[in-house]
């Protein structure tokens, strides 16, 4: 089973910026893509971005020109720079692995507020 640990989330102010971090491990086979996911009390759960283990990136657009998706494939980490953030952004992120089947973080708040 693969494991997945989140880190970066908080609170911050409209405009800032946070970097979350999501790193595997455990995993068997190689990961074909990473991504950042998240949900917002009373929402379905959304894509935000998406990375390949080719570099291809996909993003919502809510936050196309805001976030930045990337990933280090030795490593098996993934990163979510986000910047001028606005309180929609508020939500719970949780990072994706795609494997041999699908694996979730536990979570990470980023709170938007001032």
């Not at 609170?11 to 893509?33: E, T, W, Y």
């Not at 196309?64 to 910047?83: C, P, W």
Request: aromatic share 8%.
């Amino acid at each position: 089973q693969v494991q997945l640990v989140e880190s970066g989330g908080g609170l911050v102010q409209p405009g800032g910026s946070l970097r979350l971090s999501c790193a595997a491990s455990g995993n068997r086979f190689s990961i074909n893509a990473m991504g950042w996911y998240r949900q917002a009390p009373g929402k379905q759960r959304e894509l935000v971005a998406r990375i390949t283990s080719l570099g291809i990136t996909n993003y919502a657009d809510s936050v196309k020109g805001r976030f930045t998706i990337s990933r280090d494939n030795a490593k098996n980490t993934v990163y979510l720079q986000m910047n001028s953030l606005k309180p929609e952004d508020t939500a719970v992120y949780y990072c994706n692995v795609a494997t041999m089947g699908n694996y979730w973080g536990q979570g990470t708040q980023v709170t938007v507020s001032s």
